[in-house]
């Protein structure tokens, strides 16, 4: 999970073209200026609906609930507002659904003494609380911290007093329960935007760091901080998270990694010193102790019991399947069920799957939570021969969606963030994270084993055809055909700069990484024509933490056939090149924040620029046969003629996050979780 790409200001610098050989490139053929009818009537725009929902939990708790006092898993969801949530282990029936006004989700969530529960979330970086006898309605305590977008995980002490990390200064702060008053601790540790983990005990907090993995011990009452020294068997904490954090009995659990399986430490915190590792740990958490000192974790993809004293762990055939096997809750409760007697580890997975386990007859069961699915938000269209597809954020799914009724087939499935059908019909995916590579059937069974397998045998359909973690990237950002092969344009992984132009060859299976292709820049929108790909850039990284190199955003052309850049533009007062498209008039167009422009093919040489926007919130430029459509400001879409040299008129004014076209006879337009159509050529 992840916070949002941060989008710079940049200050304004010379326009620079950068003209290279270019004869297998030749320049697009042009067709004679045509007449553009003006349009009689505004364009009606026609809701499509919400073609992608689901159900995701963020973070959690096995703590009391409202039925008098009896142990309940309480959970974050996704949604527009987020949803705190207290689930009947048991049954999986909800008990307590509470909106979380202007949130969208959290991993944080903690139960103090008077029972009480806390939610910290992002993106507003608020902190709530449920109090027992006040049903469905939670207490918005504010912001933690003014300026902090995110509450990464908190933590509670005997007082009920709260301890949160934050981003983006990677803050630590103390909610006091008695008094409603905040103690901003500042940045735990010097140059580290994250705290994404914490724990509380005996008078000491404990805070994890990212993009480098920094251990810090703070004492909340002088603010005093020690870090504690790196496990051995760990060289180098650069771009690596102490994802989780858990004190039990005594000892410190420390997962080093990411949302998937890592080593998880242990620290004795009486001796100071690390004793113990388990390799492959899922995380999010660790149970609490047991009777007998035992806690539970997932590790290796099974519900194991972990003994600290022997330093063991034993299986107990609860087995988890799928990319995402962390828990987002779990502990002890009573179940009163038959073959469930006395206490029995519960918990929650991404889905809304809650498992069970009993010590003491080795009964094990998954049941699907009763908490309701949310609208998840489009952050990929695609504009294809018989229907559109759209993915989602955070949530991930993919629909295949009728572009005249708007019905859609939601297919669970991983963050999208690019969609092309191919002219073979196939529908290629681009994924987050580890920038993978997918191709999809529409036409056959879907069947994802990652995500949402079908029947046993069915074939695998998206089928995975690129992973790009080794080559150091992370968001498959765009995608295009291109003499045969599928063109990704990527952004690396971490606290890096450099994304990479990627050719992969569906006939051969293989793949092509060519990073830096523009030095230093991310690649966030392609087009081609013949054996030319042609991309824009942008200056940002991973996580947009380090400091970028560049201070503008480019054009560039690739030639697929002899491995080469042909040429590369910058383009003046922009960042970030959002989008690219090839114009009816052989121009290649882009949208770059609050600029539309256009350069010749040959050697990016600037024909037109109309600064028309009063934000950076750039956003797609699509083409048809006859004009082309670009979102400005995230409310207006510009409609640009062939050979357009005045100022383009406005089209549509209706907000606009993503835009497609299929042909040329209709515009898709995407606003968080909804879609729009428009019908072009009246």
């Given amino acids: 999970m992840r916070p949002p790409r941060a989008l710079l200001t940049i200050a304004l610098a010379a326009l620079l073209t950068v003209p290279?050989?270019?004869?297998?490139?030749?320049?697009?053929?042009?067709?004679?200026?045509?007449?553009?009818?003006?349009?009689?009537?505004?364009p009606t725009v026609v809701p499509l609906g919400i073609p992608l929902s689901d159900l995701l939990l963020i973070g959690g708790t096995v703590a009391p609930g409202p039925d008098a006092g009896k142990a309940a898993i309480w959970n974050v969801s996704t949604g527009k507002p987020g949803y705190l949530n207290a689930i009947d282990p048991a049954t999986g029936a909800t008990l307590i659904s509470a909106p979380l006004p202007g949130a969208d989700s959290g991993y944080a969530v903690t139960a103090t003494p008077d029972g009480s529960i806390y939610a910290g979330t992002y993106i507003n970086g608020h902190l709530y609380r449920w109090r027992p006898g006040s049903g469905n309605t939670v207490e918005d305590l504010g912001p933690a911290i003014p300026g902090e977008s995110y509450i990464w995980r908190i933590a509670s002490d005997e007082q009920g007093n709260v301890y949160g990390g934050t981003y983006p200064n990677g803050?630590?702060?103390?909610?006091?329960?008695?008094?409603?008053?905040?103690?901003?601790?500042?940045?735990?540790?010097?140059?580290?935007?994250?705290?994404?983990?914490?724990?509380?005990?005996?008078?000491?907090?404990?805070?994890?760091?990212?993009?480098?993995?920094?251990?810090?011990?703070?004492?909340?009452?002088?603010?005093?901080?020690?870090?504690?020294?790196?496990?051995?068997?760990?060289?180098?904490?650069?771009?690596?998270?102490?994802?989780?954090?858990?004190?039990?009995?005594?000892?410190?659990?420390?997962?080093?990694?990411?949302?998937?399986?890592?080593?998880?430490?242990?620290?004795?915190?009486?001796?100071?010193?690390w004793?113990?590792?388990?390799?492959?740990?899922?995380?999010?958490?660790?149970?609490?102790?047991?009777?007998?000192?035992?806690?539970?974790?997932?590790?290796?993809?099974?519900?194991?019991?972990?003994?600290?004293?022997?330093?063991?762990?034993?299986?107990t055939g609860l087995t988890f399947t799928g990319r995402i096997q962390n828990t987002r809750s779990i502990g002890w409760a009573e179940l009163g069920l038959p073959d469930y007697p006395g206490k029995s580890i519960v918990g929650t997975l991404w889905r809304g799957e809650l498992f069970r386990y009993n010590p003491q007859t080795g009964k094990s069961s998954i049941i699907q939570a009763q908490v309701r699915r949310e609208p998840i938000d489009i952050i990929s269209i695609a504009g294809g021969k018989q229907s559109a597809y759209v993915g989602g954020y955070l949530n991930g799914g993919v629909s295949a969606v009728d572009p005249v009724t708007g019905a859609a087939t939601f297919n669970r499935f991983s963050q999208t963030e690019a969609i092309l059908e191919a002219s073979d019909g196939r529908v290629w995916l681009g994924t987050y994270p580890e920038a993978r590579l997918y191709s999809w059937d529409p036409s056959q069974p879907w069947s994802s084993p990652e995500y949402s397998p079908g029947p046993p045998g069915t074939p695998d359909n998206p089928k995975l055809r690129a992973n790009l973690k080794t080559e150091l990237q992370m968001r498959a950002r765009a995608l295009v055909e291109v003499d045969g092969k599928i063109a990704v344009g990527t952004v690396p992984e971490g606290d890096r700069l450099g994304g990479a132009l990627v050719i992969h060859d569906p006939a051969t299976?293989?793949?092509?990484?060519?990073?830096?292709?523009?030095?230093?820049?991310?690649?966030?929108?392609?087009?081609?024509?013949?054996?030319?790909?042609?991309?824009?850039?942008?200056?940002?990284?991973?996580?947009?933490?380090?400091?970028?190199?560049?201070?503008?955003?480019?054009?560039?052309?690739?030639?697929?056939?002899?491995?080469?850049?042909?040429?590369?533009?910058?383009?003046?007062?922009?960042?970030?090149?959002?989008?690219?498209?090839?114009?009816?008039?052989?121009?290649?167009?882009?949208?770059?924040?609050?600029?539309?422009?256009?350069?010749?093919?040959?050697?990016?040489?600037?024909?037109?620029?109309?600064?028309?926007?009063?934000?950076?919130?750039?956003?797609?430029?699509?083409?048809?046969?006859?004009?082309?459509?670009?979102?400005i400001d995230g409310n207006r879409i510009y409609k640009l003629a062939p050979w357009q040299r005045t100022t383009p008129p406005v089209f549509v004014t209706h907000p606009n996050t993503r835009l497609a076209v299929r042909g040329n006879s209709q515009l898709l337009i995407t606003t968080g979780p909804h879609l729009f159509t428009v019908r072009l050529n009246r």
């Avoid at 008695?178 to 010097?190: E, F, K, N």
């Avoid at 590792?277 to 519900?303: F, K, M, N, T």
């Fill in 275 to 315: 004793v113990d590792e388990l390799p492959g740990a899922h995380g999010l958490d660790v149970s609490p102790a047991g009777d007998q000192g035992e806690i539970y974790l997932i590790q290796q993809s099974e519900l194991k019991r972990y003994d600290p004293v022997t330093k063991t762990s034993t299986g």
């Fill in 171 to 273: 803050k630590v702060f103390r909610y006091e329960a008695a008094t409603g008053t905040v103690r901003d601790y500042g940045q735990i540790i010097p140059g580290q935007p994250y705290v994404r983990s914490i724990e509380y005990a005996n008078g000491k907090v404990y805070a994890g760091t990212h993009p480098d993995a920094h251990l810090a011990e703070l004492d909340p009452v002088s603010g005093v901080v020690t870090e504690i020294p790196t496990p051995p068997g760990i060289p180098d904490i650069k771009n690596l998270t102490v994802h989780d954090l858990n004190v039990r009995d005594g000892r410190l659990y420390a997962r080093y990694g990411s949302a998937y399986p890592g080593r998880l430490f242990v620290y004795d915190l009486a001796t100071r010193t």
């Fill in 20 to 42: 290279l050989a270019a004869a297998e490139a030749g320049p697009r053929k042009q067709a004679p200026p045509t007449v553009v009818p003006v349009e009689s009537a505004p």
């Fill in 509 to 631: 299976g293989t793949t092509q990484t060519f990073r830096n292709v523009v030095q230093d820049q991310s690649v966030f929108g392609l087009a081609a024509d013949r054996n030319i790909v042609y991309g824009g850039t942008s200056i940002t990284g991973g996580l947009a933490t380090t400091p970028p190199t560049r201070t503008e955003g480019t054009v560039f052309a690739w030639d697929v056939r002899h491995s080469r850049k042909l040429w590369e533009t910058p383009i003046a007062g922009a960042g970030t090149v959002n989008s690219v498209a090839l114009g009816p008039d052989g121009l290649l167009w882009g949208v770059a924040g609050k600029t539309i422009f256009a350069v010749d093919t040959l050697r990016g040489r600037l024909k037109r620029r109309f600064d028309l926007g009063t934000t950076n919130a750039g956003g797609d430029i699509v083409a048809t046969r006859d004009a082309l459509y670009a979102g």
